[in-house]
């Protein structure tokens, strides 16, 4: 049984945006599942665009996003001999020619052929010239004059192409640069591609690519073309629907894992399963559940998942990759015990890092800022008495476990006859500054004795200087 080989070429003229990905993620989840090879090529040759910074950037999307390639990465800028080789092959062969028809010429021959209604497209001027080769002259691909080519797509089905209204396409410029559809098939014949899957705006690249690879006697490789992702109201996806770059989704604090998850369901299925691990994905993916339909992207969709994928990692990652979301509000943290202890109340309740860390942040606050609401509503005269004598208990107390703490609140609910959510309330304000929070036993354990009576001590005095001022 041959080997699998599948490949990614993004173009490097920008970060690898959504579509990109799960296209990278289609072809590399196929290669894994077959125990095949999966090649990085860089698709360079557009000189004025591509730039060493977007190289990098997807690079590090791809890394982050955990695709790694078993060979490459390829660059086309730095394989130009390789293509004048194949050029030569098939102009001695005769399956291409040069043209020296003028700019001025080929915009007539295209005016004429609009104004008659016809397709605009070369009209063979120079097709059986034999021209030898002539000083800035482009290179034409010899398309058959007659015939069907046909495209054996396996998620689309067959599409045919009728030959006669293709035109004599240009595989190398005047200046001897080669065209995209040469080069590509140039690349995936000589790295050995053999499964092509890409999005369906190829499709009409794709009958160019089979007559070349017919002339260059190379075996047809099998296509599967995706549909685009599209945007909740059915456009093409774009910054309004959401942030269309990988690495912005990295920066948002959504984890790799769920983007993941998410931009392979969009398109692919088994069954009614929606949470996948990555393995789960390596172990089931398969090109005959990609659908035809478009993916729709949903970001809400991706939040949800993301919160998933954050319950179902062990705290002590989480931990580790909550430490830059929280550098980012200036708080410096070690993924330690204490660090795991927090994610480990915060993880039920978090969509993304980002809203985990500002969730942590009173954790390691040296004094509270109250919501005014919450101050308004809890700390009022009323509370003082039942913070007072919590300080009392706390302080008594030599270890602060979660026993301890509740043996501290009932003291407190038998000496003022209130029932614990009367306490637990103003005591949450205290510690935290709003009125929701984990439970009330366990971040108080966290926060630490000292903390814990220096924030109660500072929500009396709020309480008693609020009642002197009114």
Request: proline share 5%; net charge neutral.
């Amino acid at each position: 049984m041959k080997t699998i080989i599948t490949r990614f070429p993004p173009s490097p003229t920008g970060h690898l945006h959504v579509g990109g990905a799960r296209t990278a993620l289609f072809n590399w989840l196929y290669a894994r599942h077959k125990k095949g090879k999966f090649v990085l090529r860089i698709e360079d040759t557009d000189a004025a665009r591509s730039t060493q910074a977007s190289v990098d950037a997807i690079f590090e999307a791809l890394e982050w996003l955990g695709i790694d390639w078993d060979e490459g990465p390829y660059f086309q800028s730095r394989r130009y001999p390789i293509y004048q080789e194949y050029i030569d092959k098939l102009i001695q062969t005769g399956h291409a020619y040069y043209c020296t028809c003028s700019p001025e010429r080929l915009e007539s021959m295209r005016a004429k052929a609009m104004a008659n209604g016809e397709k605009p497209k070369y009209d063979g001027t120079c097709r059986d010239k034999d021209l030898p080769k002539p000083e800035n002259a482009v290179v034409r691909f010899k398309v058959p004059l007659t015939g069907t080519t046909v495209l054996e797509d396996v998620i689309k089905g067959n599409i045919v192409f009728q030959n006669d209204e293709l035109d004599d396409f240009i595989i190398a410029r005047s200046d001897g640069s080669p065209t995209y559809n040469f080069v590509v098939v140039v690349d995936d014949i000589t790295m050995q591609i053999n499964t092509i899957i890409r999005g369906d705006d190829h499709v009409m690249n794709t009958p160019k690519q089979i007559l070349l690879y017919q002339a260059l006697d190379a075996p047809l490789p099998v296509f599967g073309h995706v549909p685009m992702v599209l945007g909740k109201d059915r456009s093409r996806l774009s910054k309004r629907h959401g942030a269309t770059s990988v690495t912005a989704y990295r920066d948002m604090g959504f984890l790799p894992q769920a983007v993941v998850n998410y931009l392979v369901r969009l398109g692919w299925s088994y069954g009614d399963q929606e949470f996948f691990t990555t393995d789960d994905l390596i172990e089931k993916f398969s090109l005959k559940n990609i659908g035809r339909a478009a993916g729709i992207f949903d970001q809400e969709k991706l939040t949800a998942l993301n919160a998933d994928h954050i319950q179902a990692t062990p705290p002590e990652t989480l931990a580790r990759l909550l430490v830059p979301f929280l550098e980012k509000q200036g708080i410096h943290a070690e993924p330690g015990e204490f660090l795991v202890k927090i994610v480990k109340t915060l993880a039920q309740r978090s969509k993304t890092l980002e809203e985990m860390a500002l969730a942590a942040i009173f954790y390691f606050a040296e004094t509270i800022t109250y919501e005014e609401k919450a101050a308004r509503k809890f700390l009022k005269p009323a509370a003082r008495q039942p913070l007072q004598f919590l300080m009392d208990a706390l302080s008594a107390i030599e270890t602060f476990t979660e026993e301890n703490l509740e043996n501290a609140f009932k003291s407190v609910m038998e000496k003022t006859g209130l029932k614990l959510g009367k306490i637990a309330q103003p005591v949450r304000v205290a510690l935290t500054g709003k009125t929701a929070s984990p439970g009330i036993f366990e971040i108080t354990e966290i926060i630490g004795k000292e903390k814990v009576i220096q924030r109660l001590k500072q929500a009396v005095t709020y309480i008693e200087q609020t009642a002197e001022e009114e």
